[in-house]
């Protein structure tokens, strides 16, 4: 089973999707209408206060944010077919799980390009995560190696990427955005990515640590991931990756690495996150336990 029996969609507009994958109903009305025709919009950084503290402020590229604050609670990237209502829904329940401010890039235009952000996420994106993954496999298996012989060779794994010399971060705008994020620009205590999502954190990841070897060691160490609806490669310096799927998601499934485990698995769940439909992944109230696990696994 892909779909599990939804409910019509209310509304025929670009962001029907993103009522059908995401919370809508955690924005309110003039914060909807607000994201609703923002223009290109992949790239797009929102910042999104919890329910109990509403906010909400928009720029459209990195370079025009101000007032970023110097750290934030998680940074969110949703997934293929959402726009900004959908990157901001998903950012209301991080950040209602985590009880901060998040920061979201918006990772595609809604259902206008559905077709292209399904070619792009996870025919182009999947395909090379998939390679990536081997590549993983290897230096696993070389780690285990020199855990016995210490004299084998440490250096020269990343030269397998198979991402080197085609950095998709100069052709997708999403990347670029979150690169940019993590590059220094903010600190986060969490990285959090649905479906689609999960993928732009991984090349943004790939991408930082061929551009800034330091920086992507302090953020693969100190920061953990949690993807919700698709497991994916990860570099392997990245020390905590938490994947959530629903035990009904036969399409987060599909476009998984069928050798990453599953660590949460939400009983009669389907892929998408709202609340509001049947089949749901609650994202905050897993989130949240997820934080307070960590929290008293790490004191």
Known sequence: MLVPPIPPLAGTDNTALDAMFYDVDALSADERERL???????????????????????????????????????????????????????????????NGRVLAVVSGHGISDIASEAMGGYFLFGGLNAMRHGVNSVDRTLAAMRAFNPWLPTTGIEKMDPGQGFQLAKFSEDVKALIGLLGGEVETDWLVGHS???LVISEALYALRSQDRERFKQVAHNVPIVTFGARIAMPTQVKTVI?????????????????????????????????????????????????????????
């Open 36 to 98: 609703r025709h923002p223009g290109k919009v992949e790239g797009m950084i929102l910042e999104v206060g919890p329910s109990w503290e509403p906010s909400l402020r928009v720029w459209k590229r990195l370079s025009q944010c101000e007032g970023l604050a110097e750290r934030y609670a998680a940074i969110s990237v949703a997934g293929v077919g959402s726009s900004a209502v959908g990157a901001a829904a998903l950012a209301r329940n991080v950040a209602d799980a985590l």
């Open 196 to 198: 689609k999502g999960n």
């Open 243 to 299: 994947d959530v799927m629903g035990d009904l998601d036969s399409f987060g499934a599909l476009n998984s690495r069928p050798d990453i485990a599953v660590d949460v698995t939400v009983p009669n769940a389907w892929h998408h996150t709202n609340t509001r439909l049947p089949f749901h992944v609650p994202v905050t109230k897993i989130l949240a336990k997820i934080e307070a696990d960590w929290k008293a696994k790490t004191k």
